[in-house]
């Protein structure tokens, strides 16, 4: 009976000191904001113009720490095993957390859905389907016809097996019934240097190299990935609205917890991050990125996460691709 109670005390202390340390959150200790891409990246630039009004906000020091590898999953997995309890979060783009359960079905390490507490939704940027200069007079219909006359002998750039550039352009051959071959390079600096040159006929690239090109002439764009029209990409209609409701293939950044962070960290996490993105100064720095700012609720950004890890997975396990 006296073991009993004493159990019972013990329990009641511990909870008593895990409301207190959550009301106090957060003390001295700083806030790691865990970017698993390099320092320059674009989710880098926006997370770390993010990180100095969140930290005069909660009145405390927030690090940026870059840990990138493996397409982003280095750094994922690091925040997934992380004491859940608001000095570390997460600030990715989508790959790590939609496509890579499936692109890493032995290796990943960590469970997205299962493993993080999502926050809110930063920023989002569709991708622009870009074109040879032989192709500039043509609209997108006249340019699947061209590829359907020639199966199999046209060629489209990817940044990479199971590159989110790669799975889009998948994507989309499959709607569009066409078929062209793949070949991957470095980065989009050199898929855009072989579609100049004609090595590639097309491409889905992001704004930030295509539209330099496009505006100089030298390579044309047929539609964008978002279901809607893009402000800051005038004259370039979704692909949504040409043919193929519902395509949707954007980038988008957001920021998660681990998984079992406390409700009350989790919730003015959300207010004071929202509240940030949706400020004029990040909408301005989101648009000059090519991104646009959101700030959603932690509930949006789940349902987000759960809808496109089911659409990427059909498009993966239809290739039959692994990087394990």
């Given at each position: 009976m006296k073991t009993r109670f004493a159990r019972?005390?013990?329990?009641?202390?511990?909870a008593m000191l895990s409301c207190?340390?959550?009301?106090?959150?957060?003390?001295?200790?700083?806030?790691?904001?865990?970017?698993?891409?390099?320092?320059?990246?674009?989710?880098?630039?926006?997370?770390?113009?993010?990180?100095?009004?969140?930290?005069?906000?909660?009145?405390?020091?927030v690090v940026i720490e870059n840990k990138p590898g493996a397409g982003g999953n280095?750094?994922?997995?690091?925040?997934?095993?992380?004491?859940?309890?608001?000095?570390?979060?997460?600030?990715?783009?989508?790959?790590?957390?939609?496509?890579?359960?499936?692109?890493?079905?032995?290796t990943l390490g960590y469970a997205p859905l299962t493993d993080f507490a999502p926050i809110t939704l930063v920023a989002t940027s569709p991708n622009i389907l870009v074109v040879g200069n032989k192709f500039k007079d043509?609209?997108?219909?006249?340019?699947?016809?061209?590829?359907?006359?020639?199966?199999?002998?046209l060629n489209y750039g990817s940044v990479g097996t199971g590159s989110a550039s790669q799975l889009a352009m998948e994507l989309f051959e499959n709607q569009a019934s066409i078929d062209m071959n793949h070949v991957p390079?470095?980065?989009?600096?050199?898929?855009?240097?072989?579609?100049?040159?004609?090595?590639?006929?097309?491409?889905?690239?992001?704004?930030?190299?295509?539209?330099?090109?496009?505006?100089?002439?030298?390579?044309?764009?047929?539609?964008?990935t978002s279901l809607e029209a893009v402000e800051t990409l005038p004259g370039i209609e979704p692909l949504a609205k040409q043919g193929f409701p519902g395509f949707e293939a954007t980038s988008w950044n957001a920021i998660l917890a681990p998984a079992g962070t406390?409700?009350?960290?989790?919730?003015?996490?959300?207010?004071?991050?929202?509240?940030?993105?949706?400020?004029?100064?990040?909408?301005?720095?989101a648009t000059r990125n090519h991104f646009t700012a959101q700030g959603s609720s932690a509930e949006k950004l789940q349902q987000l996460m759960r809808t496109e890890t089911e659409r990427w997975e059909a498009v993966i396990n239809r290739l039959q691709i692994s990087l394990d």
């Open positions: 019972n005390i013990f329990v009641a202390l511990i207190a340390a959550q009301a106090q959150w957060p003390t001295e200790r700083p806030i790691h904001l865990i970017v698993p891409f390099p320092a320059g990246s674009s989710p880098d630039l926006l997370a770390r113009h993010i990180a100095i009004p969140l930290s005069k906000e909660l009145k405390q020091a280095i750094g994922t997995r690091q925040v997934a095993r992380a004491a859940p309890d608001g000095y570390t979060l997460l600030y990715t783009i989508n790959g790590p957390l939609v496509t890579a359960p499936a692109l890493y079905k032995k043509l609209s997108l219909t006249e340019f699947i016809s061209q590829v359907r006359a020639k199966p199999g002998m390079y470095a980065g989009f600096p050199q898929v855009m240097t072989a579609l100049i040159a004609g090595d590639i006929q097309a491409a889905f690239m992001v704004p930030a190299i295509a539209m330099p090109q496009v505006k100089a002439g030298k390579v044309h764009a047929l539609g964008i406390p409700g009350p960290i989790l919730e003015r996490l959300s207010l004071v991050l929202t509240a940030i993105i949706q400020s004029q100064d990040m909408k301005e720095t």
